[in-house]
């Protein structure tokens, strides 16, 4: 066996002229007193570097990406939303119109409807009316004062007064639902004394064909009479009105 060279072989404590620590189970004493005299700062730098999440490291190009990724799945979730509210309010829009136009579609029918019917009641021809139904009576105005004047049928006043009597009765029977059709004229016969009694006569006209039958209903006397004696019930004047009617006092009876 040939001699090893002795500058070979060197001694179990040292390695390339470094003494190697037996202490720390190592082949490097160098590192491992290095090791040991590191401060905390100089071991911080020596760790690897990382993101924080399990100590990957990300690029700036990674988290750029991240980003744009991010953007642009909000801006597909802004569209989907922007979308679906668009229709929506379409959807509303579209309920509505309908709505609008079903609505003016029932009034303007109300409307052509009310324009163009008119009601069979209403539907008479005049000239047909030839049987005339006479009613006489007569009814006092207690605030009234009599006078000569009223007493003579051509005065001034008298006329005057028997104009106004006659255009109040004369709107009565015409505004009325049942009898206005037939109704022709009133007549204020005369005034005289007893505070002021006047004395009228109300003239209908009725078609032959139906005579009997408005004789005995529509135009009855009890009908007339009854009319008569409600508007005077109602009338707005005052009691103390020069041209308020007694309703008490009224009277009438069919005939000339």
């Known amino acids: 066996m040939d001699d090893i060279p002795m500058d070979i072989l060197k001694s179990s404590d040292e390695f ?26 100089e071991h911080e730098s020596l760790l690897p570097q990382g993101n924080g999440t399990n100590g ?5 190009r990674d988290v750029e990406s991240q980003q744009s990724g991010k953007d642009r799945t909000m801006h597909r979730i802004k569209e989907e939303l922007n979308e679906k509210v668009f229709w929506e309010i379409r959807l509303w829009m579209v309920i509505i119109f309908i709505v609008i136009v079903i609505i003016a579609v029932i009034f303007i029918s109300l409307a052509i409807c009310a324009a163009i019917h008119q009601d069979e009641d209403d539907i008479f021809d005049r000239t047909s009316f030839t049987v005339i139904q006479n009613f006489r009576g007569s009814f006092q105005m207690p605030n009234q004062v009599f006078t000569e004047e009223l007493n003579a049928n051509s005065s001034d006043k008298s006329q005057t007064l028997a104009t106004e009597l006659e ?32 004395d009228y006569k109300l003239t209908f006209q009725m078609p032959e064909e139906e005579k009997d039958q408005l004789r005995n209903f529509t135009l009855s006397r009890q009908m007339v009479y009854n009319v008569f004696r409600q508007f005077l019930y109602d009338q707005e004047l005052p009691e103390s009105d020069p041209m308020f009617i007694d309703p008490a006092s009224l009277k009438m009876v069919l005939g000339n």
């Open 16 to 41: 390339d002229g470094a003494p190697v620590s037996r202490a720390h189970g190592g082949t490097c004493g160098t590192c491992g007193d290095a090791s040991t005299n590191l401060s905390p700062t």
């Open 56 to 60: 990957v490291q990300t690029s700036p």
């Open 167 to 198: 255009t109040k009765l004369s709107d009565l029977y015409k505004t009325s639902a049942a009898l206005g059709r037939y109704f022709f004229n009133t007549e204020i016969r005369a005034v005289r004394n007893g505070s002021v009694i006047a």
